[in-house]
Nanobody, 128 residues
Framework: VQLQASGGGLVQAGGSLRLSCAASGASGGTFSSYVVAWFRQAPGAEREFVVS??????RSADSVRGRFTISRDNAENAVYLQMNDLKPEDTAVYYCAASPPRSDTISNYYRRTSYDYWGQGTLVTVSS
């Protein structure tokens, strides 16, 4: 499975941005059952969990809850991250991730090691 993230850019604080992640290579419509997530990595920091979607449930980090929303279009094999009320501390490279719905992935949705497939990352810069 290959993931291609896009949609990053420069935005002012308080603004919005929508990231996209296009998936290819998953057989027979199986991608619709995958656990999908977004992570981010700020300069000098470790990659951190942002939001995930699995078993029809969205989970998000405290720092983005109420501002960021994950969604997916199973017909298009795409995952989206809608980011509202952006803050300078949201500046980072954003990565989409996906994995088949294994029990350990569903339980540990916040761990980088839970995901088999990663996109290349897209840079989001929020100016104050």
């Amino acid at each position: 499975v290959q993931l291609q993230a896009s949609g990053g850019g420069l935005v002012q604080a308080g603004g919005s941005l929508r990231l996209s992640c296009a998936a290819s290579g998953a057989s027979g419509g199986t991608f619709s059952s995958y656990v999908v997530a977004w992570f981010r990595q700020a300069p000098g920091a470790e990659r951190e969990f942002v939001v995930s979607w699995s078993r029809w449930r969205e989970r998000s980090a405290d720092s983005v809850r109420g501002r960021f929303t994950i969604s997916r279009d199973n017909a298009e094999n795409a995952v989206y991250l809608q980011m509202n009320d952006l803050k300078p501390e949201d500046t980072a490279v954003y990565y989409c991730a996906a994995s088949p719905p294994r029990s350990d992935t569903i339980s540990n949705y916040y761990r980088r090691t839970s995901y088999d497939y990663w996109g290349q990352g897209t840079l989001v810069t929020v100016s104050s």
